[in-house]
Structures are given as structure tokens and as C-alpha cells.
């Protein structure tokens, strides 16, 4: 059974600062893994999407990287801004599963202070 | 907002109530989830339908019943819900294909069952 872990649970930073959030996996047979983004009640918002195939992914201010040999993958925020504070939520979509469903991390709570 | 809406966006029901939570999406996907959040635990998937059929049930109880009547809607009736049923339900589409791909939130249904 696929689990996903984010580590830690919740992180604060100060305005300017690089963020580094981490997300590992146990079934390396993955089609891909998806970054989202969470505010507070509310929906999913979708960051990244990086295929199996791929090692990084980038949009804007945010890089993610997959390494699948280890089962993990990270997501960097450059230059951290008061807006970034949210949750972050990393899913991995199994080969095997049906309908390319996706197993979620518990999560990364990031407050950026200004 | 995303292409896949949700209504109502908050719900109070009691323990004998009938209701139902509604989903669409207008982004031409082929398949539809629903998932559970509650608080301080991680995402549970609980139904895939895919081309309309429901190819997962993730050990639901039957108070929970989908209906999906065309590609672009999904249902969940309720009925004697319990208290530990309040949460976020949060529905998704995507396009299912052979190399996976990227899911698309809904802002989700706030329930609340007194």
C-alpha cells in the first residue's frame, strides 16, 4: 500500500526566506506527483504536476523535484512571501491504482512571517 | 475559481436528515472523486468514478451513496450521518489516461452534523 509523508508537519519562516518542503513515498511505481496548495477551508489548488519521467518541474518562484529511486520528492519557494502561508499537500497518482488516484501526504503548514 | 464546482458550500444537518452534495466540472474530464478531510488527518479518497462507472469504493459506509449521471456531475447522498461524518468533502475531476494525470479540486462542502 502506497503511504506518503510530509516532514514536518508545520514550518514558519521569515519573509525572504527559501522554502524547502519535503515529501517521501514507499511505492516508487508511480505515474506521477502532484503539488497543491490549501487555504484555510477551503479547495485544492493545484501548483505542479512533475510525470514519472520527469526530475524537476518549475512555475514562477516554485521548483519541485522528483528523485523516484529514493521516493521522494521536494518543493522550493524562492524568496518567500506573508502570501505563501498555507498548507501544502504533495499526492502521488499509483500505476496500478484504478482511475490515476492519488494517495496524499498529511501535509505542510507554512506561515511566512512578515 | 477552478473549472469543478461544488454546492452548497456549507451544510448543517441533523443525525435523521436526507441531503445531498453536488459536484461539476466543465473542464471535459472523465472521471470524478470524492474525498474526506477531517481535521488533523490526511485526505481519504472514498469513490472513483471513471466514464461513469464507480471503479472504487474505499470502504465507505452506506450512509455515503455516489451517483455519477453523466460525466460532468457527481452526487453523494446522505442519510443518518454521524457526528465523526462532519468535515470537508472535497470532489475532484481529471482526464484518466495510460501515463496519469493532474486532478482538479473543487472549493469543497463544509459539513457539519449535529
Known amino acids: 500500500k502506497q503511504e506518503v509523508t510530509q516532514i514536518p508537519a508545520a514550518l514558519s519562516v521569515p519573509e525572504g526566506e527559501n522554502l524547502v518542503l519535503n515529501c517521501s513515498f514507499t511505492?516508487?511505481?508511480?505515474?506521477?506527483l502532484q503539488w497543491f496548495r490549501q487555504d484555510p477551508g477551503k479547495g485544492l489548488t493545484s501548483l505542479l504536476l512533475i510525470q514519472s519521467s520527469q526530475r524537476e518541474q518549475t512555475s514562477g518562484r516554485l521548483n519541485a523535484s522528483l528523485d523516484k529511486s529514493s521516493g521522494r520528492s521536494t518543493l522550493y519557494i524562492a524568496a518567500s512571501q506573508p502570501g505563501d502561508s498555507a498548507t501544502y499537500l504533495c499526492a502521488a497518482s499509483l500505476i496500478k491504482a484504478a482511475g490515476n488516484k492519488l494517495t496524499f501526504g498529511g501535509g505542510t503548514r507554512v506561515l511566512v512571517k512578515p | 475559481e477552478t473549472g469543478v464546482t461544488q454546492t452548497p458550500r456549507h451544510l448543517v444537518m441533523g443525525m435523521t436528515n436526507k441531503k445531498s452534495l453536488k459536484c461539476e466540472q466543465h473542464?471535459?474530464?472523465?472521471?470524478m472523486y470524492w474525498y474526506k478531510q477531517s481535521a488533523k488527518k490526511p485526505l481519504e479518497l472514498m469513490f472513483v468514478?471513471?466514464?461513469?462507472?464507480?471503479?472504487e469504493n474505499n470502504s465507505v459506509p452506506s450512509r455515503f451513496s455516489p451517483e455519477c449521471p453523466n460525466s460532468s456531475h457527481l452526487f453523494l447522498h446522505l442519510h443518518t450521518l454521524q457526528p465523526e461524518d462532519s468535515a470537508l468533502y472535497l470532489c475532484?475531476?481529471?482526464?484518466?489516461?495510460?501515463?496519469?494525470?493532474?486532478?482538479?479540486f473543487g472549493p469543497g462542502t463544509r459539513l457539519t452534523v449535529l
Open positions: 473542464l471535459g474530464h472523465n472521471a
Open positions: 511505492d516508487s511505481a508511480i505515474y506521477n
Open positions: 475532484a475531476s481529471s482526464q484518466v489516461r495510460a501515463g496519469g494525470s493532474e486532478q482538479f
Open positions: 468514478y471513471s466514464l461513469e462507472e464507480r471503479v
